[in-house]
């Protein structure tokens, strides 16, 4: 079973894809879901606190704006334990809202730095494509083992 990092994060459906295929998805619903039902967080669906900016900077500079270190408070844990990683191109809003650009170049900058396998793949525009996206997800999810 690999530890196979999702982007966008907020994907539900590669969340599923990946635990059907018996990995472990690594995502932040949990982690919102975490944050939001936390007493004390003031104003869901803002549930950043002063420390994430501080976590963050393990994996964005001082200069970097806050929101960005904010949401790699989120995302560094997750890229660290990362064994595997699908990356979605141009995702439709509904997809997963990630919210930033630069947040979205610091991640992927940070997953192919790892070495890891990385699946890249552009949203479907189709239901042709949409199956494809999905055999190719199944293909890969299936190159790293786990069920099949």
Known sequence: MAKVFIYPATSLILSDLVARFGHKPLGTALSIRERI?????????????????????????????????????????????????????????????????????LVEFLVKQKNIPILELSY?????????????VRDFLTSLGGNS
């Open 124 to 136: 479907p525009a189709d239901e042709d494509e949409g199956i494809i996206f999905v055999r190719k």
């Open 37 to 105: 039902q936390t007493a004390g967080l003031d104003s869901p669906p803002l549930q950043m606190t002063p420390d994430d900016a501080k976590k963050g900077l393990k994996w964005a500079a001082v200069e970097v704006p806050s929101g960005v270190r904010g949401r790699m408070s989120l995302f560094g844990p997750l890229i660290d334990q990362a064994e595997a990683a699908i990356i979605v191109n141009n995702p439709d809003f509904a997809f997963g809202c990630m919210g930033c650009a630069r947040t979205d170049e």
